[in-house]
């Protein structure tokens, strides 16, 4: 039968709006359909207009990094807090040792990811969405 590359689903990132002082946790799961052993690794950077390379990090499933359950194909790694207003552009990488899928691809020639916003500091919760004042997770 054909291996194909394992399956990237359920991607989230918790906080959904972090604070400045906030790591953030990237967690997906990742499905294999030869049963093979998967590693993963989350790709990340600052978006600039001149971003520059993606930091890699390995992404685990030991049951202590945010995946919830050792073994269970959740698969996880995190941010380090950011400075208020930064934009992080972030994508997630499985493979089966042979084949690998990252989830989101690319979504144009400038290689633009997934992005999230750190701040809205000192914002009660919900107030950026009535005043518009802190965008959200896109």
Same mark, same amino acid.
């Given at each position: 039968?054909? *291996? !194909? %590359?394992? /399956?990237?689903?359920?991607?989230?990132? #918790?906080? $959904?709006? &972090?604070?400045?002082? +906030?790591?953030? #946790?990237?967690?997906?799961?990742?499905? =294999? !359909? +030869?049963? *093979?052993? /998967?590693?993963?690794?989350?790709? @990340?950077?600052?978006? !600039?207009?001149? &971003?520059?390379?993606?930091?890699?990090? %390995?992404?685990?499933? =030991?049951? /202590?990094?945010?995946?919830? =359950?050792?073994? *269970?194909? #959740?698969?996880?790694? +995190?941010? %380090?807090? +950011? $400075?208020?207003? #930064?934009?992080?552009?972030?994508?997630?990488?499985?493979?089966?040792?042979?084949?690998?899928?990252? @989830?989101?691809?690319?979504?144009? =020639? $400038?290689?633009?990811?997934?992005?999230? @916003?750190?701040?809205?500091?000192? /914002?009660?919760?919900?107030? @950026?969405?009535?005043?518009?004042?802190? &965008?959200?997770?896109?």
């Amino acid at each position: 039968s054909l *291996d !194909t %590359p394992p /399956l990237v689903m359920d991607v989230e990132h #918790t906080p $959904a709006i &972090p604070r400045s002082d +906030q790591s953030v #946790t990237v967690s997906a799961d990742f499905k =294999d !359909t +030869q049963g *093979d052993e /998967l590693s993963g690794f989350l790709h @990340w950077r600052i978006s !600039t207009g001149n &971003p520059g390379s993606f930091n890699v990090k %390995p992404m685990s499933d =030991d049951g /202590l990094g945010g995946d919830r =359950d050792a073994g *269970d194909g #959740t698969f996880a790694a +995190q941010i %380090p807090g +950011q $400075a208020d207003g #930064t934009v992080i552009e972030f994508y997630v990488e499985a493979s089966d040792g042979e084949n690998s899928r990252t @989830w989101p691809a690319p979504s144009d =020639d $400038a290689g633009r990811q997934r992005v999230m @916003w750190f701040g809205c500091d000192g /914002l009660a919760f919900g107030q @950026w969405l009535v005043s518009g004042e802190c &965008p959200v997770s896109v």
